[in-house]
Structures are given as C-alpha cells and as structure tokens.
C-alpha cells in the first residue's frame, strides 16, 4: 500500500484521536511521525507510531494534556508537557522561539514532563528552515555501560543540530550515543530476532546477540 503525505497525516491524526488524544495532540503527533517516515527513519516513524497509540490508550501519555509556557527570561522558553507529547509545546513555541533567537542572537526551549520526542532532527530541521542555527538534545533511562563496564550509566541520548544551508535544504545531524536506537533492541526481542554484535552486552561484559 502507498499513501501520499497529506493522506499517511490524515490516518496518523485519526488514529491518534481514536487512542484518546485531542485534536491539538494529534496533529503535532502525526506532522512529527510521518515526517520521520518520509525521512527513512522508520524505527521513530509509523512503527513508533504504535509505541505512542499504546501508551495514549494506556494512560502513560496524557493525550489531553494542554502544555503550559513560561517565559522566565526574555530569551528563554520553558515548556511542562504536564505528561503529554513532546510535540504540541514546541509547535506552540517555535515562531516565538525564532523571532526571539533573532532578536537576542539566541534563544533556548527547555521542556520537561514529556514522553520521548521521537526524531530530534524534526525539531532542530523546522528551525534551520527559518535561518537558524540549532542544537537540541534530551535526557532518558540509564542504559549503556562505559567502555569496560557492565553498570548502565548513560541514555541513549540523541543529540541533533542543524543549520541553513546556501543552497538547498538545511543540514540535519540526528545522533544518538549508542549504536543503535533502542526501540529497535527492543522490537527484536519482542519478534525473537538475533541483533547485530556491537549493539549490546551481556551481564558480564561481552558482546551479546541476544
């Protein structure tokens, strides 16, 4: 089955309101996803999709949830999701946010009390677009062990920039610090499936395909 963009959006908002979220929660959830879909980025695209119905349904994510901004300094922005999506307190801050980085010569959003954002690079990619150069990371569970450890101490923090670009589309880094998401660790063992060697240790220390 192929669907265009505008029609992948249309099913991924209906979805969306179906599982519980509001109309607002459900268009900022299905802009993020299918533009991680048209990216590639399948492992936080559709099939991410189904993580986040789940958790809407379940309660683990408030899909009602009405985010509160504040701005405690001139250029700063602070977003409570209050338990809802990344999203919808972004997309209610970026022209804000954009007019004040170029007004100030910088600018900040920090959010707390949200389920996982997804593709990080949508975020910094939409403010590249506006002529801006920006930088974005978040926190998560411990882990990943150091090198030569087996206590997990660090999270797959993704870690993105981006910057306009003289020609074309802006330039897009999306990276996480582990050699792979862990949704996708976790899909394998929820299908059974053997993982690469170099994406995970066992309790002892040593390379593992389980």
Known sequence: MQLSLDQATGLCRMAALG????EENAQSLAASIVAAEAEGLT????????????????????????????RPALAVYLSDARGGLAHTGFDRTIE?????????????????NAYTCGALGYFTGRLAAQGLVSFAATNGPAVLAGSGSVKPVYCTNPMSFAAPAAD??????????SATAFVNIRRAAEDGRKIPEGWALDASGNPTTD
């Open 168 to 177: 074309g589309s802006p330039l897009v880094i999306d990276q996480s610090s």
């Open 96 to 112: 804000d946010l954009a007019k004040a980085a170029k007004l100030f010569g910088v600018a900040i959003f920090s959010q707390r």
């Open 19 to 22: 599982a519980g979220a509001n």
């Open 43 to 70: 492992s936080v695209g559709l099939t991410h999709f189904i993580d986040y119905l789940e958790a809407i349904e379940a309660g683990r994510i408030d899909g009602n949830a009405d985010p509160v901004i504040t």
